[in-house]
């Protein structure tokens, strides 16, 4: 856990979909289609109604987010945050910005808490560490000033990545 101003920075080992926050982030793709991966088990889980309205909101650009209804998800709203296109491919670049315009959409709807999966997975994503890093960046750089967001949790699937992103995060305050 990393405070920064008056937010909080968690790595926590559980479901993503379980989170009871303000908003999970989804990360997607720039027509927001929730057929595959984390997007398929939010529709699955909280309703087709939450592709609907993504849906009618987009197509969005490489870093764009939307917000939507979460359904019967125990979250508030689902942050629809475009990581890729439909070849699937993640650069790092689209991680850090997807990041920003996340802590942008959620202080802007005077969220206090967020959700999120590593922004970068699969294989045609860049390594694990790089994504950790893209991802905590912008949090290090936007958090100590945020007015509304208080409450981070990074979800991580295992205890793999729970230490290596417990090892990027903790780089970025090493001497």
Known sequence: MIKLGHATIRLVQESLIAQKVDIIVNPANTYLWMKHGISGVLKREGGDGIEREALSKGPIPLGGVVLTGSGSLP??????????????????????LAVSKVLEAAEGARATSIAMPPLGVGNAAPPPEVV????????????????????????LPDEEQMQQYKDVLMGFFAG
């Open 132 to 155: 950790a890093a893209e991802m905590f960046g912008p949090m290090i750089e936007v958090l100590p000033e945020a007015r509304s967001v208080r409450d981070v949790r990074i979800c």
């Open 75 to 96: 979250c508030g709203r689902i942050a629809h945050v475009a990581v890729m296109t439909q070849d699937l491919k993640v650069s790092r670049e689209t991680v850090g």
